[in-house]
């Protein structure tokens, strides 16, 4: 079933989309934390809006997107977090910014539906390069293959 959240302009600890229907968010408000736990599920952002965030921590599943978009087609509202990436998977996006300084990647198996600034989507550069560790007790060295990523 649909749902909406009325924030008023306050700042919130979780807010997470638990639920098949969309979740309208209006006002614009801050969020330590977004999230969903289920797959397909939708967030629709009110126009003129925009979401400040910590943690942006949604992702749909192969066959199950989670569709991000605005109350208006072809007018965007915002999502804004300060600095870091963001990395989602199995979006749907339409009428979106992503901004604030943070690095928003919806990734290669996301859909840029249309009108959308800010989202990356093609794939996070990883490379591997391995990770040096010194033991200092017998003068080894370790090496392991843990990924690096570098934006």
Same mark, same amino acid.
């Given at each position: 079933?649909?749902?909406?959240?009325?924030?008023g302009?306050?700042t919130?600890?979780?807010?997470?989309?638990?639920?098949?229907?969309?979740?309208?968010?209006?006002?614009?408000?801050?969020?330590?934390?977004?999230?969903?736990s289920?797959?397909p599920?939708?967030? $629709?952002?009110t126009?003129? $809006?925009?979401?400040?965030?910590?943690?942006?921590?949604?992702a749909?599943?192969?066959?199950?997107l989670?569709?991000?978009n605005s109350s208006?087609?072809?007018?965007?509202?915002?999502?804004?977090?300060?600095?870091? $990436?963001?990395?989602?998977?199995?979006?749907?996006?339409?009428?979106?910014?992503?901004t604030?300084g943070?690095t928003w990647?919806?990734?290669?198996?996301? $859909?840029?539906?249309?009108n959308?600034?800010?989202?990356?989507?093609?794939?996070l550069?990883?490379?591997?390069?391995?990770?040096l560790?010194m033991?200092?007790?017998?003068?080894?060295?370790t090496?392991?293959?843990?990924?690096?990523?570098?934006?």
């Amino acid at each position: 079933a649909a749902k909406t959240f009325a924030g008023g302009g306050g700042t919130y600890p979780v807010l997470n989309n638990g639920g098949a229907g969309a979740l309208t968010i209006s006002g614009s408000n801050t969020f330590d934390t977004i999230s969903n736990s289920v797959q397909p599920t939708t967030f $629709t952002f009110t126009i003129g $809006t925009t979401q400040t965030v910590n943690n942006f921590n949604v992702a749909g599943i192969a066959g199950s997107l989670v569709t991000i978009n605005s109350s208006t087609a072809a007018t965007a509202a915002t999502l804004s977090k300060a600095s870091g $990436t963001v990395y989602g998977s199995y979006l749907s996006i339409r009428d979106s910014t992503a901004t604030g300084g943070a690095t928003w990647y919806a990734g290669p198996t996301s $859909t840029n539906t249309s009108n959308n600034t800010g989202w990356i989507f093609s794939q996070l550069n990883i490379i591997t390069l391995g990770a040096l560790t010194m033991n200092t007790t017998d003068g080894g060295i370790t090496i392991s293959d843990a990924p690096m990523i570098f934006e």
